[in-house]
């Protein structure tokens, strides 16, 4: 199976500061990845597919990056509502795994 | 609008079955591929398994394989999971999620709670 390795864990941040998240596939995964949202008691939110696709009504803010084995998520200027958990997938084969997540909180 | 409406969760003990339902509804169910995927209390995401539009074609993490069976109604828009000797380990928030594209996870349901215990 792919592992999937995320960092940081968490991290704590101000609104308006830029963010970056790092996803590492112990694999290559070509650009099958994708990033997901999640806040407490809701289901993920499909943020960006195919490694640096937005999914549609994503705010532009959002971006990815990467392919191979290394990945990035990037939010570019923090607003309340991004505060939440964030967790990147690999897709390139079954079974399809997850990073471990990263807690984003307010500084 | 996209909706998925999971239900049959519940508390369970040991060895036990049970079965999962997703209702789905606002978009073409028999275009997509479609998976469960679980939360346990507290932890991280956990891809189950999945099904091709048709049903022709079926996949299982290794942990559930022989006692799970992913199986969909096209015709009622509705996909099932049938869980049988669950395992307290098996405890969890399942979700169901749609795949247009089988590399993504489109949309989600709320998600139903299953609790192995004695």
């Known amino acids: 199976d792919i592992q999937m390795t995320q960092s940081p864990s968490s991290v704590s941040a101000s609104v308006g500061d830029r963010v970056t998240i790092t996803c590492r596939a112990s694999q290559d995964i070509s650009s099958w990845l994708a990033w997901y949202q999640q806040k407490p008691g809701k289901a993920p939110k499909l943020l960006i597919y195919?490694?640096?696709s937005l999914q549609s009504g994503v705010p532009s803010r959002f971006s990815g990056s990467g392919s191979g084995t290394d990945f990035t998520l990037t939010i570019s200027s923090l607003q309340p509502e991004d505060f939440a958990t964030y967790y990147c997938q690999q897709a390139n084969s079954f079974p399809f795994t997850f990073g471990q997540g990263t807690r984003l909180e307010i500084k | 609008e996209v909706q998925l409406v999971e239900s049959g969760g519940g508390l369970v003990q040991p060895g036990g079955s049970l079965r999962l339902s997703c209702a789905a509804s606002g978009f073409t169910f028999s275009s997509y591929w479609m998976s469960w995927v679980r939360q346990a209390p507290g932890k991280g995401l956990e891809w189950v398994a999945n099904?091709?539009?048709?049903?022709?074609?079926?996949y299982y993490v290794d942990s559930v394989k022989g006692r799970f069976t992913i199986s969909r109604d096209n015709a009622k828009n509705s996909l099932y999971l049938q869980m049988n000797s669950l395992r307290a380990e098996d405890t969890a928030v399942y979700y169901c999620?749609?795949?247009?594209?089988?590399?993504?996870?489109?949309?989600w349901g709320q998600g139903t709670l299953v609790t192995v215990s004695s």
């Open positions: 999620a749609s795949q247009y594209q089988l590399r993504k996870f489109d949309y």
């Open positions: 195919a490694a640096s």
């Open positions: 099904i091709k539009q048709d049903g022709s074609e079926k």
